[in-house]
């Protein structure tokens, strides 16, 4: 009889100790999803602010040493790049539009690696219109801050679309 109920009891107890586990890898993957969701919200920020041609405010999406290259050139930092690129560049567009975005985000700790895919298309205003139209991928380094995610490194890269 004692052989039966220190199986029993055994049993139930690994039983425990198995939910007990299952609870804590569940409720990991959970807050390590809710993560992600929280870095792929400051990338789609970002995306967003281009797409509609205006990135005031978007500082507040990067580190303030945040680093930008693009295409194989360093553009310094993010304000640099606003100030000198991108901030400037937006002012001659009429549209920029992603297509077919698609983010994979991996985190460790308080850093989180982004690889985003995604063509997307340009059309310029002006006399001189015209519609550029890229294939292009990306690759963010964020860092959990205070106050959230925030972009710490930003690495772009297109080239013509091909099928």
Avoid: C
């Avoid at 009891?9 to 425990?16: D, K, R, V, Y």
């Avoid at 999406?61 to 790049?81: H, I, P, R, W």
């Avoid at 292009?136 to 801050?145: G, H």
């Amino acid at each position: 009889m004692k052989k039966i109920i220190l199986t029993l009891l055994l049993l139930s107890t690994s039983g425990f100790i198995y939910a007990q586990n299952m609870d804590h890898e569940n409720h990991k993957n959970m807050a390590s999803s809710e993560e992600v969701e929280a870095v792929k919200k400051v990338l789609k920020a970002y995306k967003n602010a281009l797409e509609a041609l205006d990135v005031t405010g978007t500082q507040k999406l990067f580190t303030e040493d945040a680093d930008v290259f693009e295409n194989g050139k360093y553009e310094g930092s993010y304000q640099d790049y606003l100030d000198h690129h991108i901030g400037p560049e937006l002012g001659h567009f009429k549209e920029f539009s992603f297509i077919d975005y698609k983010v994979d985000v991996q985190i460790e700790g308080r850093i989180a690696v982004a690889f985003e895919t995604y063509n997307y298309k340009i059309v310029t205003g002006g006399e001189d219109s015209r519609t550029i139209e890229r294939q292009a991928v990306a690759t963010s380094v964020l860092k959990k801050t205070e106050s959230g995610w925030k972009i710490m490194q930003n690495h772009g890269s297109s080239r013509a679309v091909r099928n």
